[in-house]
C-alpha cells in the first residue's frame, strides 16, 4: 500500500475511533482504569477525614483501583469544592463534601462555583448527629431544664461553636430561636477550642458532632442533653432527642455525602454511587463508622439531589434569620 494512500485509510478510521472511545467514554466502560482522587475538604485526623477514610478503603476494594484521601481544607469547604468544580468531569475526581456545602451559597455573596450548576450529586454517605451538651456545673440535667434555665437568665449564657455559619452555630440558634431563648453566641476557630472552654466553664453550652464531644462527655467534663438526629445514638443510648423530648420532628445533623463534576458521564455516576452503597452495607465499614459517631445512609444520585436542595433552601431561611456571613 503507498504511503498516500495508507495515510488516507487511517484519517478515514480516526472519527470511528474517537466515536468509540467517546462512547466507551459515556457508558463508563472500563472505568475505573487508575486511582480516584476524593477530595476532602477538612485536615488530615478531623471528623469528616476519618469518615471519608474508612468509606475510601472499602471503595478501593469494591472498585478495584485506589480511592485516595486529598485533604484540601481552608474557607469552609470552598477550596475543595472550587478544586473539583474545575476538575475533568471523568469521575477520577471526586468531593467528599458536608452539610457546609448548603450552607456556603447562603453565607458567601460570592462563590466560584454554583454547587446546583457545577455539581452532579453521587451519595450521600453518612451523618454524624449533633449533641446539645452544657457544662457539667451548669444546673440542668435535661432539655426542659435547660430551656426554664435559659428562660430565667436571659442574655446570659454564652454558647460555643466551631466557627460563625458552622452548622454547629446554626444548629444551636435554630434550637435557641424555637425556643424563644436568647444567648450570646462565641466562634470559635474548630470544634476543639470550643469544646476545651465549655469543658472549663468559659462557655455554658453548645451543639457539637457527637464525635468531637465524646471524650468530654465520658469523663463528665460536659453533661449530653439530648441528640439532634431522629433517633437516638448507638455511643449515646441513654441520651434522648431533642424530638422526643420538646421539639417533635426536629433532626439537625452533619451530614456527608459525594459529588462529581457536573458533566461526569451517568454512567460514572452510577459506579461510584454503586462502589459507595456497597461499602456503606459492609458489617466492618459500619461498625468503624459507628466507632466515628457517625451514621450510614446511602441514597441514589437522584434521592441526594433532592435532599441537597431541600438542606439549601432550609439553611438559607436559618442563616438570613441569624444575621450570619462570612464575606
Known amino acids: 500500500m503507498k504511503a498516500k494512500t495508507l495515510i488516507k485509510t487511517m484519517a478515514a478510521l480516526v472519527p470511528a475511533l474517537l466515536a468509540s472511545a467517546t462512547a466507551l467514554a459515556q457508558d463508563g466502560a472500563g472505568f475505573p482504569a487508575h486511582p480516584i482522587r476524593l477530595v476532602v475538604p477538612f485536615p488530615p485526623g478531623g471528623p469528616t477525614d476519618l469518615v471519608s477514610r474508612v ?140 469544646l476545651t472552654d465549655l469543658a472549663g466553664g468559659q462557655v455554658q453550652f453548645m451543639t457539637d458532632t457527637i464525635n468531637s464531644s465524646l471524650p468530654f462527655i465520658r469523663d463528665k467534663r460536659m453533661r449530653a442533653l439530648a441528640v439532634t438526629s431522629s433517633t437516638r445514638s448507638s455511643q449515646l443510648p441513654d441520651v434522648p432527642t431533642v424530638a422526643e423530648t420538646v421539639m417533635p420532628g426536629f433532626e439537625v445533623g452533619a451530614w456527608q455525602g459525594m459529588m462529581v463534576p457536573a458533566k461526569t458521564p451517568p454512567e460514572i455516576v452510577r459506579k461510584l454511587n454503586a462502589a459507595t452503597m456497597k461499602a456503606l452495607a459492609n458489617p466492618e465499614t459500619r461498625s468503624a463508622l459507628a466507632a466515628q459517631g457517625a451514621e450510614p445512609r446511602g441514597s441514589t444520585p437522584e434521592a441526594y439531589a433532592s435532599y441537597l436542595s431541600a438542606e439549601m433552601t432550609r439553611w438559607r431561611k436559618v442563616v438570613k434569620d441569624s444575621g450570619a456571613t462570612l464575606d
Open 55 to 194: 468509606i475510601a478503603k472499602r471503595m478501593t476494594d469494591e472498585l478495584g483501583q485506589q480511592v485516595l484521601v486529598d485533604n484540601r481544607p481552608g474557607a469552609n469547604g470552598n477550596i475543595a469544592a472550587e478544586i473539583v468544580a474545575k476538575a475533568p468531569a471523568d469521575g477520577y475526581t471526586v468531593l467528599y463534601n458536608t452539610s457546609s456545602i448548603a450552607l456556603s451559597p447562603a453565607l458567601y455573596s460570592k462563590l466560584t462555583y454554583d454547587v446546583r450548576r457545577d455539581f452532579a450529586p453521587v451519595v450521600l454517605t453518612a451523618m454524624v448527629p449533633l449533641v446539645l451538651e452544657v457544662n457539667a456545673q451548669l444546673p440542668v440535667q435535661n432539655v426542659k431544664e435547660f430551656i426554664q434555665y435559659a428562660k430565667a437568665h436571659p442574655d446570659k449564657l454564652t454558647y460555643g461553636s466551631a466557627g460563625n455559619g458552622n452548622v454547629t452555630h446554626l444548629a444551636a440558634f435554630l434550637f435557641l430561636q424555637a425556643n424563644g431563648l436568647n444567648a450570646v453566641h462565641a466562634p470559635y476557630k474548630g470544634s476543639a477550642p470550643a
